[in-house]
C-alpha cells in the first residue's frame, strides 16, 4: 500500500508542474526573444483593466505644411526657444517657433554663399549668431 502512495504521489508531483505552466502561461504575459526580436505575448484579459493612457500632444511641428522636413538631422534651440532643424534632403535649416509654427528657411543644397553641401552641426556663438557647421567641400 505504501508503494501505491508512493508512486501515486509521485506521478502527482511529476504531473502538476505542466498543469501549473499551461495557467501560468495563459495568465501572465511572457517574454521571449527569437533571433534577436523581443516578442511579448500579453494574455487573453488586460492584465490592468481599470487603467488607461491617454495621449495628448503638446507640439506639433510645421502644422499644415507637413512636407517642410524631408529628413530632420541635427537641431539646436535658441535662448527664445525658436528651433533650428536641418533638413538633410535639401541641406537648408527650417526655423519653427515656440508654438512648432514655420517661420523661415535657411539656405539650401548649393556652393555658394548660404548654400550647403554637408550640414554637420549647428550652434550659437556668443553673440546669438546662428552657426552652421559644413563638413564637405564642393568638388
Do not use: W
Not at 515656440?98 to 517661420?103: F, I, R, T
Not at 539656405?107 to 553673440?127: A, M, Q, T, V, Y
Amino acid at each position: 500500500m505504501k508503494f501505491k502512495n508512493l508512486i501515486l504521489l509521485m506521478v502527482v508531483f511529476l504531473f502538476f508542474p505542466f498543469c501549473s505552466e499551461k495557467t501560468s502561461q495563459e495568465t501572465e504575459t511572457r517574454v521571449e526573444i527569437i533571433d534577436g526580436i523581443v516578442q511579448i505575448h500579453n494574455t487573453g484579459e488586460p492584465a490592468y483593466p481599470n487603467k488607461r493612457v491617454i495621449f495628448e500632444e503638446e507640439l506639433s511641428i510645421g502644422g499644415e505644411e507637413y512636407e517642410l522636413l524631408s529628413r530632420p538631422g541635427n537641431f539646436t534651440v535658441d535662448q527664445d526657444e525658436t528651433f533650428y532643424i536641418e533638413d538633410e534632403l535639401d541641406q537648408s535649416i527650417k526655423v519653427f517657433d515656440l508654438n512648432g509654427k514655420y517661420v523661415q528657411s535657411i539656405g539650401r543644397r548649393g556652393s555658394g554663399p548660404g548654400e550647403f553641401n554637408s550640414i554637420s552641426d549647428l550652434g550659437f556663438l556668443p553673440d546669438g549668431s546662428l552657426l552652421v557647421l559644413d563638413s564637405k567641400e564642393s568638388s
